[in-house]
């Protein structure tokens, strides 16, 4: 069981990034899917989540409107698109696979290894 991430860079503000995560071993629609984010000395933060089959994507208001959660059941992948990029989005962004959709790391059972993406000018 595997999530590979990759898309992460480096960015200008106002710039776009489209972040894939690709699992294999399991079917990725099955599972609740969410990003997250994390930088130095903070906690890993929400930063979008769907649940197992589709639905409504949640986001976390500072994200809202910006970025993008999808999922392609052919590919095994799931997406962030991420638009208008300001440096407060520079993080690591990590893609997980769990029982539910949820703003809680440790509702997630598979994560991937992280992505950097840097906002700045």
């Known amino acids: 069981v595997q999530l590979v991430e990759s898309g992460g860079g480096l960015v200008q503000p106002g710039g776009s990034l489209r972040l894939s995560c690709e699992a294999s071993g399991f079917t990725l629609e099955y599972y609740a899917q969410a990003w997250f984010r994390q930088t130095p000395g903070k906690e890993r933060e929400g930063v979008s989540t769907i649940g197992n089959g589709g639905g409504e994507a949640y986001y976390a208001d500072a994200v809202k409107g910006r970025f993008t959660m999808s999922r392609d059941s052919a590919k095994n992948t799931a997406y962030l698109q991420m638009n208008n990029l300001q440096p407060e989005d520079t993080g690591v962004y990590y893609c997980?696979?769990?029982?539910?959709?949820?703003?809680?790391?440790?509702?997630?059972?598979?994560w991937g290894q992280g992505t950097q993406v840097t906002v700045s000018s």
């Open positions: 997980a696979s769990g029982r539910r959709p949820s703003w809680n790391v440790a509702h997630y059972d598979y």
